[in-house]
């Protein structure tokens, strides 16, 4: 059993979304609860207001301190004396970036707190007060953290013991050997003229899985070379990854013979555009 708590400005937001698909079935079969408390049900302003202009000027809004700290106090008093300070996320670009390996760790806990920010993030004295650990889903920037937070909880609570049904949770696997995952096939056989690999109607099971790990490989090499040094193979699977980085080569090479010449129009054509450009300037200048 895992407790989420999200402090959040926008509890609908997380309630619609943990109700649906395998996060709501984990909900309904006690195997996590996910509870959303607004954070604006603790602001003592007497408008309601939980933000303010930033300190030093500049665009935009900053949520304050004192909501988000009596939130999190009021919130850390629900989830009970399992734990002394329940472990604290703050959704943010600023963070470490979310993982599977953090994800795993991140399963072993029995309470999580999620903080989600919003306009141009929070006092920093609240974070500080609450020794909130900064999380990024990816390095890009959101209107909230919500959205980040939602991610988040289908990343670790799929990793929860029965939340995934026996067949799926082989789905786990992924990423265990740090490689992609190979391409799968439904029917029909043959779809707007594309048939389904051979192989996969073969009925050989030791065939198939032997496609799939290459498959698996070719395309870790392909499309993430960063991972590839990584990945668990085998002796015979290290003597194929071998022979296919030896053809890519290869056919990089001749691709590169038969592209110099253009390159050198375009090498060219770059430099022509460049004086076009600095000639333009200095008139203009
Ligand atoms: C998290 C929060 C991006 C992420 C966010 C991320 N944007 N990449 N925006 O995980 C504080 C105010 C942060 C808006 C929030």
Redesign the pocket.
């Known amino acids: 059993m895992m407790d989420f708590y999200v402090m959040t400005l926008f509890p609908e937001m997380i309630e619609a979304w943990t109700d649906g698909s395998i996060i709501g079935r984990a909900k309904k079969n006690g195997l996590i609860s996910v509870n959303a408390v607004n954070i604006r049900d603790y602001t003592e302003n007497k408008h309601q207001r939980v933000d303010d202009y930033p300190y030093g000027g500049g665009a935009g809004m900053v949520m304050q301190a004192q909501p988000v700290f009596d939130c999190w106090k009021a919130v850390c008093g629900m989830t009970g004396k399992r734990a002394e300070r329940p472990r604290t996320i703050y ?3 600023q ?1 470490k970036q979310l993982t599977q390996e953090m994800a795993l760790s991140l399963a072993k806990e029995e309470e999580l707190i999620l903080l989600c ?6 006092d920093e004295r609240a974070l500080e007060l609450i020794g909130a650990e900064e ?11 919500e959205l ?1 937070a939602l991610v988040l909880i289908d990343c670790v609570a799929r990793l929860i013991p029965g939340v995934l049904g026996g067949d799926e949770s082989a789905l786990i696997e992924s990423f265990h050997d740090n490689l992609l995952e190979y391409p799968q096939y439904t029917r029909p056989e043959v779809y707007e003229g594309l048939s389904v690999p051979e192989i996969l109607l073969s009925g050989h099971h030791a065939n198939v899985e032997k496609w799939r790990r290459r498959q698996s490989i070719e395309r870790t090499l392909l499309r993430r070379p960063d991972l590839i040094g990584e990945a668990v193979l085998s002796k015979k699977e290290q003597r194929f990854l071998w022979e296919l980085k030896e053809r890519l080569s290869k056919e990089e090479d001749e691709a590169n013979e038969n592209g110099e010449c253009e390159a050198k129009a375009c090498e060219g054509l770059e430099e022509e555009k460049q004086t076009e450009a600095e000639a333009k300037f200095q008139t203009e200048g």
């Open positions: 959704l943010s670009p963070g920010g919003h306009y141009e993030g929070i999380v990024s889903i990816g390095d890009y920037v959101l209107t909230g953290g980040p």
